[in-house]
């Protein structure tokens, strides 16, 4: 144990530096070298939390509950606004063992009941799983509500949330749940 009339002696330094080191090992009851342990075990289980954090949002589905009509999934959607309209633009992966039917009507139905077609139809296959886009012209009351993606005698929800999503000025915004 360090002298404290000689540490009076040596200057306000050497005091400072002292007092952080009696504060450490009497009020909390560690030693410094004890505290850099628990500290480095505090950084691993905040990187490791982190890590499993972003692995649930990467790999999480769009929708747990998928109707198995519709033979298809969302896999995300992506918003931008355009002088009070929104374009729509939903990217669905077809189920490996049933084929996507660009026959059938596809449509959306919002909240309010109106159906809507969509304005713009890709559809590409890419090593065995097709992967069809769908791209929507929606006005603001029709995104505010509850919207509803119609295809191959299916439904899938596309937006379960009300109000209008949060899109940066002349921006888009991908959503990869049906939150939003």
Known sequence: MVDRAKLSEKGPCLQKAFRNQWF???????????NRVRV???????VLGAACFAAWA????YAWQV????RCKIEGVE???????????????TN???????TRAVKIKTAAGREIKPAD????????????????WLESADIAGRIELRINDGKLV?????????????????FTTHYW
Do not use: C, M
């Open 40 to 46: 480095q075990k505090i950084l691993v289980l905040a």
């Open 67 to 70: 109707d198995s009509a519709a």
């Open 121 to 136: 139809f890709h559809y590409a296959a890419q090593a065995g799983s097709e992967r069809p886009r769908l791209k929507f």
């Open 24 to 34: 450490l090992t009497r009020v909390s009851g560690l030693s410094t070298g004890v």
């Open 58 to 61: 990467w790999l999480r589905p």
């Open 79 to 93: 918003v931008s606004e355009d002088h009070g309209y929104y374009w729509v633009e939903v990217f669905l992966k």
């Open 158 to 174: 596309l937006k379960s949330n009300e109000g209008l999503p949060q899109i940066a000025r002349s921006g888009n915004r991908r």
């Open 96 to 102: 490996e063992d049933e084929g996507f039917d660009p």
